[in-house]
């Protein structure tokens, strides 16, 4: 028995090692978004500043989280084995949930999880305790449990949502008024008195927050008059936030006046630096310092030769540091994860999104909070246009109007999600709120305080206009939906795992253990092949010629991909019908809704093709969008059938007759043949056979229609089931549909190709 916690100290090291991984993942997000959406500095450039961020914080952090050992339960109440089961349980779930969140994109608190974790697994234990006494009851929970830590924790989540959103809104709407877009224009004081603050406010993080947990920030120091480090920083803020201002102050305006810096593109970069070291120095011992703490444990329990049921763990209450070299093991594993991570930049994506100044898929769909939140902001704005007087109106209007920036009509899609005064407040704003919630000691999340920050920002910067508003408040609501579910769903597994581990430890130690790397690899294996999926050779791109020929040999790619992609749609349809078979008509109906969301980002692709297009092209614009109407119809007649096939089964009725299966089968072959013969003429650009494909247009039709008044004979005389004739009749009759929007794409295409004209295409601007 007693080296199973030889053995659970081991898998306790490997999960530290894998939940660096997935947490480096979700919260990469807290430092690259500002960055990688302004786009001021090369991603390359980002990645190395945010890597040495990270390295400095890892070697310099303090390695040891308190709140692991101490900070949620008091460990003297509990002995070295359910100390073990509490510290399994917190590692296990807590890998979990995090790829859980990476894995859907969706950014949360890396602190709030180990911490609910904590008091899951902690709470859990300590009720099995209780009620295994004769006079135990619920209320001795609070013996076990540091109930005003806890309390202060969600207080921290609560008011660091409200907070960061509010304040970063109100500094982003000061700066705008104050700089405008054209803040580069700006008198070099303006831009030297920004640089002193924003940098101040990162430097004094720094020092705050990323070396005031280390070893060096509690010892005294001469120069400092015998004080710590660290009550100098809490006791000296004013004086130091004030020489600081004036220093860097007069920096900035020499590196502008001088070097001819831009000092915005060095405050994304110092901000970078600064967030990266914090997360570091302090969010790195979340992924290590439950391993650590039990491993402490273990040390002293092997030393003491008492029972592991005997041995209490009043040692945990003791601070430990940790040894340099694993903290440089983790920064570097920590460094390799951000660089090769396509969940990380998942998640990072998300946060861009959301805060994007220009048009973006939007991954969100609105709902009543969202539009209630959206109706009301725009009642206060109408209200705010009463009040204030018409001149003021026009500066301020002035001010928020965003410049024409002149790039090539084709690298729409390249513009920065937002400039860099908005990137810079991001960075100063979270940077100033952290270091104050760390001076008075609330636990705020730097997850929670940067995201919210660029959310506030973005709403102050009129990123949310009305035509992104309300699905991008949907998405904010849902990600601060995620991060509640996090502590409910964190504190709830947590809870669960322990009381399975107590149950049987011998037992549920490696079953546990297993089920949790499996899940592990299910989700990797299932969002790479969702990667490889979005990169398929199948999926459909945006025209971008600006003549007719040019949109043809274009889109003939698209027409293929979706001639083969519907004859597959079309023809598991039919067979799943035939088999009766559930699974498969279901997997039928998202490759339906993954080609209909693909034909709809082409269509909101228009706006930008016809303003690629010079008055000689128009007719281009035209053929385009007939194509994608056609198109439409083709996806739409496939919609209908897959939801009707699919809910036929599902609802278990009766099975269509022979005769009915034979003719689908017979009108599945013909659709078949023109769909593969559409596919190879599109493939190699064959457009004068298409001419071959409209001669058999009437057979197609002849056939359908004949298919059609055998039913109509078969119901007045043989027919008894209602439901079997409504299918039929709405697969046939859809079916003609499907086909009249197939021939009249290939008539379009047929009439509109000139083989004697070269296409023409937009021009590719030199690098």
């Not at 006079?135 to 921290?156: E, P, R």
């Not at 660089?339 to 998640?347: G, P």
């Not at 698209?558 to 008509?585: C, E, F, M, P």
Request: neutral net charge.
């Amino acid at each position: 028995m007693d080296n199973i916690y030889l053995l659970m100290i081991i898998a306790l090291a490997v999960l530290a090692v894998a939940d660096l991984v997935v947490g480096v993942s979700n919260d990469a997000v807290n430092f690259l978004n500002s960055a990688i959406g302004s786009k001021a500095i090369s991603f390359r450039t980002i990645m190395i500043v945010a890597s040495a961020g990270i390295a400095v914080g890892a070697v310099f952090s303090s390695g040891m989280m308190e709140v692991a050992r101490k900070g949620i339960f008091n460990p003297s109440e509990f002995m070295f084995n359910e100390i073990m089961i509490v510290f399994m349980a917190v590692m296990i779930t807590d890998i979990l949930l995090l790829d859980f969140f990476n894995t859907i994109g969706m950014p949360t608190s890396t602190t709030v999880s180990i911490v609910f974790e904590l008091l899951g697994a902690a709470v859990a234990i300590a009720l099995i305790k209780i009620y295994s006494k004769e006079d135990g009851s619920f209320g001795d929970v609070i013996t076990y449990i540091n109930t005003d830590k806890a309390s202060l924790i969600i207080f921290g989540i609560l008011l660091s949502v409200v907070v960061a959103f509010s304040i970063g809104a109100f500094v982003q709407w000061i700066s705008r008024l104050l700089l405008s877009y054209n803040f580069e224009k700006k008198a070099m004081w303006v831009g030297a008195l920004f640089g002193g603050f924003a940098i101040t406010a990162i430097t004094y993080f720094i020092f705050m927050k990323g070396l005031k947990g280390t070893s060096y920030a509690s010892e005294p120091f001469d120069i400092l008059g015998g004080s710590t480090m660290k009550d100098f920083l809490e006791t000296q803020v004013l004086p130091i936030v004030l020489v600081s201002f004036v220093l860097w102050s007069l920096i900035s305006y020499a590196l502008i006046a001088y070097a001819k810096t831009n000092i915005y593109k060095l405050i994304i970069i110092v901000g970078t630096f600064a967030l990266a070291l914090a997360f570091a120095g302090n969010d790195l011992v979340n992924f290590i310092g439950v391993p650590i703490a039990a491993y402490n444990a273990f040390e002293h329990w092997t030393a003491s030769g008492v029972l592991a049921t005997e041995f209490p763990m009043d040692v945990l209450a003791e601070k430990v540091p940790t040894n340099n070299l694993l903290l440089f093991i983790a920064g570097m594993i920590m460094v390799l994860t951000l660089w090769f991570s396509s969940k990380a930049k998942k998640v990072v994506k998300t946060s861009l999104d959301l805060s994007s100044q220009g048009a973006t898929k939007e991954r969100f769909q609105p709902n009543f909070l969202s539009r209630g939140f959206v109706r009301t902001a725009m009642g206060m704005s109408q209200m705010s246009s009463y009040i204030l007087p018409k001149s003021w109106q026009l500066k301020i209007e002035k001010q928020f109007e965003v410049p024409v920036i002149p790039l090539a009509k084709d690298k729409t899609y390249e513009l920065p999600a937002f400039d860099m005064v908005r990137a810079a407040v991001n960075l100063m704003v979270a940077a100033v709120l952290i270091s104050i919630a760390t001076s008075y000691k609330l636990p705020l999340s730097t997850t929670y305080v940067t995201f919210m920050v660029a959310m506030g920002t973005s709403l102050a910067d009129r990123a949310w206009g009305a035509e992104s508003a309300v699905y991008r408040v949907a998405g904010v609501l849902n990600v601060i939906g995620g991060w509640f579910f996090t502590a409910f769903s964190a504190f709830t597994a947590a809870a669960f795992v322990a009381y399975l581990l107590n149950l049987n430890l011998t037992l549920m130690f490696p079953l546990l253990l297993v089920i949790a790397f499996g899940l592990l690899a299910r989700n990797y294996i299932s969002h790479r092949k969702k990667t490889e999926e979005t990169k398929a050779e199948d999926s459909l791109n945006r025209a971008e010629s600006s003549s007719i020929q040019g949109v043809i040999e274009e889109s003939a790619s698209n027409i293929a991909r979706v001639a083969k992609r519907t004859n597959k749609l079309y023809t598991n349809s039919i067979n799943g019908l035939a088999k009766q078979d559930l699974d498969l008509l279901k997997k039928n109906k998202k490759g339906v809704v993954k080609l209909s969301g693909e034909i709809d980002d082409l269509r909101d692709n228009i706006f930008y093709f016809i303003k690629n297009l010079d008055e000689t092209s128009v007719g281009a614009s035209n053929l385009y969008i007939n194509i994608l109407g056609y198109l439409q119809d083709m996806v739409q007649s496939l919609e209908y059938i897959t939801k009707i096939t699919h809910k036929h089964i599902n609802n278990n009725h009766k099975k269509l007759k022979y005769n009915q299966i034979k003719e689908l089968k017979e009108i599945n072959l013909e659709l078949d043949a023109l769909l593969s013969n559409t596919k190879k003429a599109f493939d190699n650009r064959s457009f004068q056979e298409i001419g071959v494909l409209l001669n058999n247009k009437q057979k197609l039709f002849d056939l359908v229609s004949e298919k059609i008044q055998k039913q109509v004979a078969r119901t007045r005389t043989e027919e008894s089931s209602p439901k079997n004739t409504t299918l039929y009749f709405s697969l046939l009759l859809e079916t003609k549909d499907l086909i009249t929007a197939t021939m009249n794409l290939l008539e379009l295409y047929y009439n509109e190709h000139d083989s004697s004209v070269a296409p023409a295409t937009v021009e590719q601007p030199e690098e």
